[in-house]
C-alpha cells in the first residue's frame, strides 16, 4: 500500500483545510484508516480514525472541529479542519493498517499562523 498526503498549507487562525490521502496498490484487507500529526519538538500523535466499517474517533483536542472520511473506493481518505488553531501546526500523516501492519504516508505540513 503506497501513500500520499496532499492539501497542507498556511491557514489564518479560525480558517479551514482538506487534507487528502491517496492510497495506491493493493488495499484489500485494509481496516483501519487514519491521521496522526507531528508538531515541531514533539512526538507524533493520533488525530483521527475512520474503520472499513464507517466508525470515527477522533483525540479530544479536535473532537467538533475535525472530520474524517472516506470514498466509496477506499482509496481517498480526508480530513476536513475547521476553525484551526496554531496548536494545530504539525506535519500531518495518514496511515492505513492492513491485517496488523501499517502502512505510512509522507507527511503534508499544515501551518497556523496569522
Known amino acids: 500500500v503506497q501513500l500520499q498526503a496532499s492539501g497542507g498549507g498556511l491557514v489564518q487562525p479560525g480558517g479551514s483545510l482538506r487534507l487528502s490521502c491517496t492510497a495506491s496498490?493493493?488495499?484489500?484487507?485494509?481496516?483501519?484508516m487514519s491521521w496522526y500529526r507531528q508538531a515541531p519538538g514533539k512526538e507524533r500523535e493520533w488525530v483521527a480514525t475512520?474503520?472499513?466499517?464507517?466508525?470515527?474517533t477522533y483525540v479530544d483536542s479536535v473532537k467538533g472541529r475535525v472530520t474524517v472520511s472516506i470514498d466509496n473506493t477506499k482509496t481517498t481518505l480526508a480530513l476536513q479542519m475547521n476553525n484551526l488553531e496554531p496548536d494545530d501546526t504539525a506535519v500531518y500523516y495518514c496511515?492505513?493498517?492492513?491485517?496488523?501492519?501499517?502502512?505510512w504516508g509522507k507527511g503534508t505540513l499544515v501551518t497556523v499562523s496569522s
Open positions: 496511515s492505513f493498517k492492513k491485517y496488523g501492519t501499517a502502512y
Open positions: 475512520i474503520t472499513s466499517g464507517g466508525s470515527t
Open positions: 496498490g493493493n488495499i484489500l484487507g485494509v481496516d483501519t
